[in-house]
């Protein structure tokens, strides 16, 4: 630390350290319980202080330019190196510095340790928001009702009154400005949508997803019904076990959700899902008639992976699964020419047997294949399981255009060649 220092900042930064000195090494054993819950609500506004200092001096830095010392690209890189904060705490308090250079009623309520950096930067960031051509005064009182709002709301409950505070400032611009807004974020949201699974390898999938509010709130509602205590008491009777004897385990909430988006997709009903290649969303479990009744050979699925047989055991009388037993009763598969096109018995079967496409190198599964007539039905074929099989849209495609030539092998695998 420099022992000399020209500008006040520096002097006072200095005086800071030193009076920490001092109580540095002294032991708190006998601070009494009013001057330890005082001394925690004074450091509290200590540290707002020091903050809206550090943010003042964050903002200086462009102007004198300091990132050039070491040719850093920005000044949250060169405060990063300089602190040893991660990147991205660094541009969080770049971030901050910046709306509090904007919005001067926030930093002076930060400076007085008022408000705490995390109020301020939530109000920062609501006054950001606001509609650019907002007349100034208008700006201003808003920022002055939510620091009085922060005297009794923490930093989410200003994130809400944010989003509100014209209808107490502007209440004859609110309505219309709220309307733009929740348009924009939902049209926005709708783009960014996104879901991803993959296979971890282990047994499990993992994944992510970005859904708008109101779909994720739904999801939200279900998971929690599946979560209830009162859903898992019943459950826990219905397989005969007394409720009174049993006490639901305490878990981590996020566990008992995983657990109830587990029960939730078990439970759906496929008969109300839209069809995939003329069929429901079910997933296919095949196994042997002993392992359906004791055994303990694993199952497999339709996609190729396996399950334990306890599992398939279980499974087999839920919705969206189709247990198919080997050596056990079958449905009627060939229909001849009393029907067009594959049941979805028939076209289960075909998953099974082809396991996805059936053209040479290609790896689609079942459930976005096409059902193909080899025999087409428009010459009199039939729609028999052993006339059919399974292709991908693309080569489904290619089989009936007069381009390419198809060849079936020995192996039930199709070969296309471009006609010369």
């Not at 400032?169 to 993959?198: C, G, N, Y």
């Not at 997803?209 to 709130?217: H, I």
């Not at 028999?384 to 255009?401: N, S, T, V, W, Y």
């Amino acid at each position: 630390m420099p022992t000399t220092a020209a500008h006040p900042v520096n002097r006072v930064v200095a005086r800071v350290h030193s009076a920490l000195d001092e109580v540095a090494e002294t032991p708190l054993w006998t601070m009494s319980q009013p001057a330890t819950a005082e001394a925690l609500a004074e450091i509290a506004r200590a540290e707002a202080r020091l903050v809206e200092l550090r943010s003042r001096t964050l903002a200086h830095t462009e102007t004198v330019a300091v990132p050039e010392t070491n040719a850093s690209p920005s000044v949250a890189v060169w405060h990063a190196n300089v602190t040893r904060s991660t990147k991205r705490e660094s541009f969080r308090q770049v971030r901050l510095a910046a709306g509090l250079d904007r919005h001067d009623v926030v930093r002076e309520a930060l400076g007085r340790g008022h408000v705490v950096a995390e109020q301020a930067a939530v109000i920062c960031t609501a006054l950001d928001d606001l509609p650019e051509d907002l007349d100034a005064a208008v700006m201003e009182q808003a920022a002055k009702a939510l620091v009085t709002f922060a005297e009794v709301h923490d930093a989410k409950g200003l994130r809400v009154l944010g989003r509100r505070i014209l209808e107490v400032v502007a209440p004859e611009v609110a309505e219309a400005w709220e309307a733009e807004q929740l348009d924009r974020e939902e049209r926005e949201a709708e783009k960014s949508t996104v879901f991803r699974m993959r296979d971890d390898g282990h047994g499990r999938i993992k994944g992510s997803f970005t859904v708008p509010l109101l779909a994720g709130q739904m999801l939200e509602r279900a998971l929690l019904a599946f979560a209830a205590p009162q859903h898992q008491i019943a459950t826990r009777e219905a397989e005969g076990e007394q409720s009174e004897a049993w006490v639901p385990a305490r878990r981590p909430t996020a566990q008992r959700l995983g657990a109830a988006f587990v029960e939730l997709i078990e439970r759906l009903d496929t008969d109300q899902l839209p069809k995939a290649g003329g069929i429901n969303a079910t997933v296919v479990v095949t196994m042997t008639l002993e392992s359906l009744h004791d055994g303990l050979a694993a199952a497999t699925l339709d996609t190729g992976d396996r399950v334990s047989a306890a599992t398939a055991r279980r499974l087999a009388c839920e919705a969206g699964v189709v247990p198919v037993v080997l050596g056990g009763k079958s449905q009627p598969l060939d229909l001849g020419r009393a029907q067009r096109y594959f049941t979805p018995a028939q076209r289960i079967a075909m998953g099974i047997r082809d396991g996805g496409c059936t053209a040479h190198g290609c790896d689609v599964p079942p459930a976005r294949c096409h059902a193909h007539h080899d025999d087409p039905w428009s010459c009199h074929g039939h729609t028999d399981l052993a006339r059919g099989r399974l292709l991908c849209p693309f080569h489904h495609r290619r089989i009936h255009d007069p381009e390419y030539q198809a060849r079936i092998g020995p192996d039930n695998k199709v070969d296309f060649h471009r006609r010369t």
